[in-house]
């Protein structure tokens, strides 16, 4: 059974532009690397406005997440199920995976400059 609409939502809403920011800012740092000047090459104007907004929304929803993924684990056996035969297949739990984007980058949200 597909997981309902609005607890999608829930789960994946700032994911998408997370990603391909993400992708985008992996890009960039790249192209800083190669053409590092110890001297006037800094890294914290790659971090777009754009890439902290959407990082901020996903924060802000984390809570809302883990609420949900503990309503789903204590009352929705086929989620339980998916859920474990994931975890069988995959290096990382869903849990896990949800706490990547607030592990990646609260640690750094304050370093960096916003552009």
Request: net charge neutral.
């Amino acid at each position: 059974m597909p997981i309902p609409t609005d607890d999608h939502r829930v789960l994946f809403f700032c994911l998408e532009p997370l990603l391909s920011l993400s992708t985008t800012l992996c890009l960039k740092v790249d192209v800083a690397i190669q053409t590092w000047d110890p001297g006037t090459s800094q890294i914290g104007s790659l971090f777009s406005k754009q890439l902290w907004h959407h990082y901020d929304e996903y924060y802000d929803n984390y809570r809302d997440i883990r609420m949900l993924l503990k309503e789903k684990r204590s009352t929705d056996p086929e989620f339980v199920q998916f859920c474990l035969l994931r975890r069988q297949s995959a290096s990382h739990s869903l849990d896990a995976l949800c706490l990547k984007p607030v592990k990646t980058f609260r640690p750094i949200r304050g370093h960096c400059s916003i552009s």
